[in-house]
Structure formats: C-alpha cells, structure tokens
C-alpha cells in the first residue's frame, strides 16, 4: 500500500501475472479516486477514476475496487506486461474542500521477464 | 495537438534568483494546476485556476505566484529561489475540476 515517506513501496510480480496495487485512503468525505500512472522521466498519466457510489469500474485491462468500509482503494492490472512499469499513484478529492487533488506518494511496480 | 507543455525542461538557480516556469495547453481547458514532486512523495498542489483571470492557492503556494491572463497560458513564478524548492514540477490541466487531468513533461528545479 501507499505511504509518505521517502522511500516507495514496491511491488514486483512476473510478466503475465496479475498486479494488485493498493492505496488507503483516510477521510471519510472523499467521493472520487483516481489512479495515476508515472514512468521514469515522464509526467503522470490518467488511468482509470471511480466515484463513490461505486464500488468497481473496469477499464482495459484494468481495474479499481474501492471499499468505502475500511477506506481502501485497490487497482487491478490483469495480464502485467513490462510497459506497466512504473509508478502508480492514487488521488482522492475530499467532497467540500477546495478544488484540489490529493495525492498518495505512489507504489514503484517492476515488471520481471 | 501539443497538450500540456512545460519550459524550460531543467533549470539551475542561485539562491534568491527568480524564474518563471512556463506552462501552455492548446485544448481549450479551463482548469490549469502546478504541482511539485519530492522523492518518494505525492504531487502537491502549488496553485490552481478554474479559468482565465482567477486564481487559488493549493496546499504549498509559499514562494510562488502565478496569474492566468489567457485560456492557454499558465505560468508560475519563483519569487526568491530557496533550496528547498529544488523540485519537479508539473503543469496539468482539464476541462473543468475532477475531469481528467493531464500532465505536462515536467520541469527539473535545482536551486543551490
């Protein structure tokens, strides 16, 4: 899962597998997510969102779970390929507060052949 | 189209010098934000705009200014660079709050 600090956490699966990236969330008025992807170099690039009154959206190849119990938001990769490396970050907007993001400090997936 | 473009690609500064980073969207967005990237930490929201001539501060705007005369256009200003700004910085805009947002290149900051 996701945390502040200055090292990322990272997940390492076999090319083909199934990816599970998992982010928490911690204010109980966030009613949108967003998950990012970020390459080495690169800017971070939209993925998939879900809002909360849903509790999974597919997307290709993808897929967000959000467990609005336990504040847990989860992004499934199927079939992981070597261009899913990267970093994925999470992003929740806070129902009632300023138009403004907030971003989880991301989880560094490697892909091995 | 271009996207979301952002200049210069890298920088290096004195302490107290002042820069303008560039930002500019050719898709007609509304909505324009600035973010720093530390190591191993989220996006921080530095500023925000939801249309041309307004402005709000995000969660860090503390050294930085920003103005949006036009649509397109978004810059960001370092007043008096301060080590601690050493950052990446990202340009993202959207037609409007919680569509979706993209991002420019990114602008590396090295303040000594």
């Known amino acids: 899962g996701e945390s502040v600090g200055l090292h990322l956490p990272t997940l390492s699966v076999q090319e083909g597998d199934n990816s599970i990236i998992n982010c928490a969330y911690s204010n109980s008025a966030s009613d949108y997510f967003i998950w990012y992807k970020q390459e080495s170099g690169k800017g971070p690039q939209f993925i998939i969102d879900i809002r909360s009154n849903m509790d999974k959206r597919q997307g290709q190849r993808v897929t967000v779970l959000l467990n609005k119990t336990v504040k847990h938001l989860s992004l499934q990769i199927a079939a992981t390929q070597p261009g899913d490396s990267a970093v994925y970050f999470c992003?929740?907007?806070?129902?009632?507060?300023?138009?403004?993001?907030?971003f989880g400090s991301g989880t560094q997936l490697t892909v091995l052949p | 189209n271009a996207g979301v473009t952002q200049t210069p690609k890298f920088q290096v500064l004195k302490t107290g010098q002042s820069m303008t980073l560039q930002c500019a969207q050719d898709?007609?967005?509304?909505?324009m934000s600035w973010y720093r990237q530390d190591p191993g930490m989220g996006l921080r929201l530095i500023h925000y705009?939801?249309?041309?001539?307004?402005?709000d501060q995000g969660e860090v705007p503390n050294g930085y200014n920003v103005s949006r005369s036009t649509t397109e256009d978004f810059p960001l200003r370092l007043l008096s660079a301060a080590p601690s700004q050493t950052s990446v910085y990202f340009c993202?805009?959207?037609?409007?709050?919680?569509?979706?947002?993209?991002f420019g290149p990114g602008t590396r900051l090295l303040v000594l």
């Open positions: 992003a929740e907007n806070i129902r009632g507060s300023a138009r403004q993001l907030t």
């Open positions: 898709m007609n967005h509304e909505y």
């Open positions: 993202a805009s959207s037609r409007a709050y919680l569509e979706t947002q993209y």
């Open positions: 705009s939801v249309g041309a001539g307004i402005t």
